[in-house]
Nanobody
Framework: QVQLVESGGGLVQAGGSLRLSCAAS????????MGWYRQAPGKERELVAR???????SYADSVRGRFTISRDNAKNTVYLQMNSLKPEDTAVYYC?????WGQGTQVTVSS
């Protein structure tokens, strides 16, 4: 059974940093595309950053240069390092793999 469990969200001031973690289980980690999405109130869910199945990374224009996606295959975990956070980064952040989503973790950036 595939499970994705996010952690690391919280409240931070603008300019601060957070690191999100997504602990994955139930599939062969490291062989598939995975990504982070976010959904702000009243908005559609959007891609933030992802790994392709070949390991290539891609980012939304709004976060490129501030966010970094990484993975630790030994720990079956994907990370999202978020630096220079802005109030517009406030959202629920979700880990995604195939047809599966985590429960989400709230990130709130105060101005």
């Amino acid at each position: 059974q595939v499970q994705l469990v996010e952690s690391g969200g919280g409240l931070v001031q603008a300019g601060g940093s957070l690191r999100l973690s997504c602990a994955a289980s139930g599939f062969t980690f490291g062989s598939y595309a995975m990504g982070w999405y976010r959904q702000a109130p009243g908005k559609e869910r959007e891609l933030v950053a992802r790994f392709s199945s070949g390991g290539t990374t891609s980012y939304a224009d709004s976060v490129r240069g501030r966010f970094t996606i990484s993975r630790d295959n030994a720990k079956n975990t994907v990370y999202l390092q978020m630096n220079s956070l802005k109030p517009e980064d406030t959202a629920v952040y979700y880990c995604h793999y195939s047809a599966y989503w985590g429960q989400g973790t709230q990130v709130t950036v105060s101005s």
